[in-house]
């Protein structure tokens, strides 16, 4: 934990703060990764690194978004149980908008990561590592998107779910665009 805090990453719960990713949080990310993993082993099909923070130089908030991709027969209940060993908070199942949701805090609602447990290869999977993928190779989908999430910065510095669903129509446009490769 104390790796990911030096590295700069976290934020108070609900809050809205942007910042330019950093190699240290790129490696942090790879770090977490590696980590899921090895805690899910044969539960996971397969983890990545997604969202903004994932993208070197992108303007974001300093919290690592992850997304562990599950088999559709594998039960919740392991997972669940690995994960919070490790540190992992569940906090709820957000369905089509994200998945088993699990933080990672470095003390009580200052939050260093979120994972998103979805299925393997599905929508949600495909959806993360495309607009990942389309922020590192698009100059200009990456100056979309920052433009909206300053203006979302702005108006919702106290209120991250604002913030989070004020991105929708930009994501979605990106997506809609974006090579699947």
Known sequence: MDGLVAAGLGLAR????????????????????????????????????????????????????LAAGVQPDQEPDPVAVRLA?????????????GGLVFVLESGPGHRVAHLHVVPFGGRQWRNYLCLRDLLRRSPEARLRYETVKRDLHR?????????????????????SGADPR
């Open 14 to 65: 609900g809050t809205v703060r942007l910042e330019r990713v950093t190699a240290a949080w790129i490696a942090a990310g790879e770090a977490l990764r590696e980590g899921v993993s090895r805690t899910l082993g044969d539960a996971v099909a397969g983890v990545e690194v997604v969202g903004s923070a994932s993208v070197p130089g992108l303007l974001a908030k300093p919290i690592v978004d």
């Open 85 to 97: 060993s490790a540190g992992w908070l569940y906090q709820g199942d957000a369905g089509d908008d």
């Open 155 to 175: 108006r919702y510095p106290e209120d991250r779910a604002a913030y989070t669903n004020g991105k929708g129509d930009v994501v979605a446009a990106l997506l």
